[in-house]
């Protein structure tokens, strides 16, 4: 099955948004609905999120070709990526590179992450609930303060949550993520090894009180993608577009236009 995506906007260049882990494409329907004006815009759920199919392992590469699956060399796109998302589009881009006219990288870098593990305990908080017993999402807020205090971050993740007439069920797989987690939070360096470095323009986005982007991340990224320009966005944190939701789409909108 295709993923699911949402499309806005009926001409234009074309935009497509890739979301982090525990996002879905209708994180971005704010900036897509701003951007649609003047660009055709898709909103992709990734796999393992949202409405899009589940699989039976995560892999970078083969989120990359899903996605790729979705756009045409005939009508290359300015391509954005947050987090996971924007791993996966560093790597579709670098093996799809007639399919992005340009890409947009959202604090991340193309490298592996030691803090991941930290994401376990939300999903082991989340497999922790009750869904047969549970009544209102309130409960599900409740049961999930202790291993997730930022109302913030619980709300983000309570997205995910879903009632279908009496039942509710959790969007993501989280029982393949959980297990993938080193994954997720790693980079397929050794899959993409000679691969060409990427010769189109980048814009690389780091919120400045984000971990996710260092200074002595700048190495790899100019070796993959050496027009790379990077922008970092004060009062902003790993969650950029939505910490400073204005700012990131002015610097978006100037990148893409």
Same mark, same amino acid.
């Given at each position: 099955m295709p993923l699911h995506t949402?499309?806005?906007g009926d001409h234009g260049s074309r935009? *497509?948004?890739?979301? &982090?882990?525990? &996002?879905? &494409?209708?994180?971005w329907t704010q900036h897509a609905k701003a951007l649609s004006a003047d660009?055709?815009?898709?909103?992709v759920d990734m796999p393992d999120h949202g409405r899009s199919p589940w699989s039976e392992?995560?892999?970078f590469l083969d989120a990359a070709d899903q996605v790729a699956e979705l756009l045409d060399a005939d009508d290359p796109v300015a391509l954005v990526g947050h987090s996971m998302g924007g791993k996966t589009a560093m790597a579709l881009t670098l093996r799809h590179p007639e399919l992005v006219e340009r890409?947009? *990288?959202?604090d991340?870098?193309?490298v592996a992450y030691r803090h991941a593990s930290e994401f376990v305990g939300y999903i082991d908080a989340m497999l922790a609930i009750d869904l047969d017993a549970l009544a209102e999402r309130s409960e599900a807020d409740a049961a999930l303060v202790e291993a997730v205090p930022d109302p913030t971050v619980r709300g983000f993740l309570l997205q995910n949550l879903r009632r279908s007439g009496d039942e509710w069920h959790w969007q993501p797989n989280l029982e393949l993520l959980r297990d993938a987690i080193g994954e997720i939070g790693?980079?397929?360096?050794?899959?993409?090894d000679g691969m060409a470095p990427y010769d189109g323009p980048v814009l690389w986005i780091g919120g400045a009180q984000s971990r996710y982007v260092q200074d002595d991340h700048a190495d790899a990224m100019e070796r993959y993608f050496p027009k790379v320009r990077r922008v970092t966005v004060k009062g902003a944190g790993h969650w950029v577009h939505s910490e400073q939701p204005k700012v990131f789409l002015e610097v978006l909108r100037r990148f893409v236009d």
């Amino acid at each position: 099955m295709p993923l699911h995506t949402t499309s806005y906007g009926d001409h234009g260049s074309r935009i *497509v948004f890739c979301h &982090g882990l525990f &996002g879905q &494409g209708r994180n971005w329907t704010q900036h897509a609905k701003a951007l649609s004006a003047d660009h055709r815009v898709l909103l992709v759920d990734m796999p393992d999120h949202g409405r899009s199919p589940w699989s039976e392992r995560f892999s970078f590469l083969d989120a990359a070709d899903q996605v790729a699956e979705l756009l045409d060399a005939d009508d290359p796109v300015a391509l954005v990526g947050h987090s996971m998302g924007g791993k996966t589009a560093m790597a579709l881009t670098l093996r799809h590179p007639e399919l992005v006219e340009r890409l947009c *990288v959202v604090d991340v870098a193309p490298v592996a992450y030691r803090h991941a593990s930290e994401f376990v305990g939300y999903i082991d908080a989340m497999l922790a609930i009750d869904l047969d017993a549970l009544a209102e999402r309130s409960e599900a807020d409740a049961a999930l303060v202790e291993a997730v205090p930022d109302p913030t971050v619980r709300g983000f993740l309570l997205q995910n949550l879903r009632r279908s007439g009496d039942e509710w069920h959790w969007q993501p797989n989280l029982e393949l993520l959980r297990d993938a987690i080193g994954e997720i939070g790693g980079w397929p360096e050794a899959e993409l090894d000679g691969m060409a470095p990427y010769d189109g323009p980048v814009l690389w986005i780091g919120g400045a009180q984000s971990r996710y982007v260092q200074d002595d991340h700048a190495d790899a990224m100019e070796r993959y993608f050496p027009k790379v320009r990077r922008v970092t966005v004060k009062g902003a944190g790993h969650w950029v577009h939505s910490e400073q939701p204005k700012v990131f789409l002015e610097v978006l909108r100037r990148f893409v236009d």
